[in-house]
């Protein structure tokens, strides 16, 4: 079954900074668009902020399965409206992948309901992710942990609310540790937030990291059930299915 | 320990309708009020939407422990500042009692990520809370399940976040079930939704249920950790815990 | 990919009680096995309690991806050593689904952890199983709710851990609500308990429990991580990933 | 209200090792039951491996609100008999705390449901204790993390379920994280799993330590409903609440 995955990227760093540029000559979004477009049942397209609607028109989204979400230094540049129809699209069975900095993006926000903020730090440390669920098909084909040379540092404490699955916990070389793969169910949508990739790292080119985003999209996709009723506006039910005998007898 | 609580009450019903005037002549969070007032450890205000800010100034929730929120045909009419500045009390510390018709308002909404909704009908249907979750501070002194004679209904699907805690799901006369009492965490803040309370029918009376919300005060007042960061703007950490001897060498 | 799917049953029911015998004439295993066989990507076998280790060797169990339980009376006569060696199959990624009374099998009580009792009628009521997780892939081809003319009642409290995932709650007509669906991980291993099946209705012919359980079978197949070590003998890690500085000198 | 406390230590490292009896001279549970007894609210007694019933008498465990736990290489010696008295007694509300090695108790093990199994490694490393749900009473009175200069090492993968709220998490030296402070309910009853510990460093001496071990109690008293149903035997409801109207006429 295809698996219309579209790859959102705010492009920003990878043209005004060289080292980044180095690293995603074509933007992040392609590096992980030319990965993802090896696989047989993904279709893959991609949106950048400056495109009209940010890419990410109602045409767009509706035939999007799976949404991959990359912001770092232009949250705040996304409209409104487009994220009113990114969050509406997941409640109806989208799924979304928000990366690294897009913790602190306006529809990861607002679909958590908190700060998302976090502590941070830029010394090339060495992170390793540890695998604490192990049933989990977004874990699958990796070993007890992945390892990362050099990353940014993201820390505890994390302003999320508790996971509904808590796949990787991050170990931090300078002292300390992040949920740094998590899920969480939104109405129709499934939700996963995964750690790394920060632009000064090439982190997006590495063997396990990729293969966790792909394991992401596959658990993302919506297979449940499309027949509720209760997401959007109240359904007003007239009628009940049983009789109402506790009525009482109007005076 | 004293709690200070606020009830909000958008006020509206209970003076221009007449049955729910009788019911509640003073407005319902005069009636909440009066009743928590007999606790020796609440403090008790009120505040309603026409009073200027809502009455939910920075100083007066600054001051409240646990904020009572009921609105029910005016959610609209809560100012964007106001409901802001409650998720960030409520990431902060603030516990939240979300009442019946609440589940639609910003606030809800908004620390929810979902649209909250639900099916519903007007039928003066019998409802049974059954207790699901026996080792809850909130589920105490009660009996395995609550009855209330004449209840609007609530049906799922409810769009809501899997809960942190299910206390209460309720059974309809008309063939419906519903989450009817669940918690979740925001931040430092604890927040608990419960059903019962529409207007038209005396509810708020009823002992179970102010036993119900008088355990929930008690429960969400903030009894957790002061020095966390990560709420709130992100913490550059620049100096690391430990030493960092992977980064690479500048070439 | 072939799904190895073994379903147990005690097997007494049918052959001592005329009214089962008529509902599932080679008991209810053969029934489910026989619906299950049209599925081009499962692999069918039955085992009996009568038959030696209850037709559960470590053979069989080495091959079975997930494993189907139905026991009522005969709960005490699964042996010790039986029911060591499911569980240990489960945490090592054998998907469990327990039926209707299999929530007091030894094997259920002993991975959840709890008496796992509840409160029981048999009325022939109607029940009718809300979905509360319609992102949920066992929800999946099914309308909001699944209705049952004639049930056996199951009501809470039900003596459960809180699940990982709520999936169904059911209505019961004579006034109880239960949690009719839900899944909990344990190692590697997935568990989905549902409750319908009572033996004198006709329950595992009925559509949409089939479907449910079709969809339960494909979920709990194992697609996790293989590699994670700390399940079984503790695994003593002598050499650090790091080097340790802080070890005090020896006096 | 007074909280009755009972410590268990299997007292056997004291006695036999030097160095561990330098540290807890009159055993750990001594050195725990000395610092409990400096808290008004608490009423403290100490059970032992050696004594009849281990000291867990069906009296014992009658007045007992929170039961603590330390055992380490007498797992085995602990009757059947007494581990599931204490788990029918947290299934009706006691709380239990599980100290540093008694992940692999049986009473633990029972509980949950798992293997228990984790990585370990002894080099008297460093520990840091992330703080992850600063709502937690459990985690009041702490900064952001607590560190040890010297502990041993749990690493994951802790084949525990998922637990009802993570709490600490730790990083450790040598390049492990491990779920260090988690809750799960079972029945009406409460229990904490608190990770420091280990007998040959003075870990029941630290202050952090001390506090969370003492909010742990607290939380951990039962507070919840006492009137469930369901919970041991389950409870046949001959009488239905509504009237049941859908039963087929007998023919």
């Known amino acids: 079954m295809t698996i219309n995955v579209t790859i959102f990227n705010e492009y920003i760093h990878e043209r005004t900074d ?3 540029k180095q690293i995603y000559p074509a933007g992040l979004h392609e590096t ?4 993802f477009r090896q696989m ?3 279709r893959v397209q991609t949106a950048v902020l400056e495109a009209p609607e940010h890419g990410l028109t109602a045409e767009v989204l509706s035939q999007t399965d799976v949404l991959v979400w990359w912001g770092h230094v232009a949250h705040d540049e996304v409209s409104e409206a487009v994220v009113e129809r990114v969050q509406q699209r997941v409640l109806r069975g989208m799924g979304l992948i928000a990366l690294h900095s897009s913790h602190h993006s306006k529809i990861f926000k607002r679909l958590m309901g908190t700060s998302c903020s976090l502590s941070w730090r830029e010394a090339d440390e060495k992170e390793r992710l540890w695998v604490v669920n192990p049933a989990h098909p977004i874990a699958q084909g990796l070993g007890p942990f992945i390892e990362l040379p050099n990353a940014e540092m993201y820390g505890e404490f994390f302003d999320i609310p508790d996971p509904d699955e808590l796949i990787f916990i991050s170990w931090f070389e300078g002292g300390e540790v992040f949920r740094s793969g998590a ?5 129709q949508g499934r939700i996963f937030y995964f750690r790394p990739g920060h632009e000064t790292h090439p982190i997006y080119h590495n063997k396990e990291v990729l293969k966790v985003l792909t394991n992401g999209i596959r658990w993302a996709r919506f297979r449940g059930n499309v027949e509720v009723t209760g997401i959007g506006p ?3 039910v007239k009628e009940p299915l049983e009789e109402i005998r506790s009525r009482p007898t109007p005076t």
Chains 1, 2, 3, 4 share one sequence.
């Open 183 to 187: 899920t969480w169910r939104r109405g």
């Open 32 to 35: 992980l668009a030319a990965h």
């Open 234 to 236: 109240a359904s007003h």
């Open 40 to 42: 047989p049942d993904f």
């Open 18 to 20: 060289a080292h980044v």
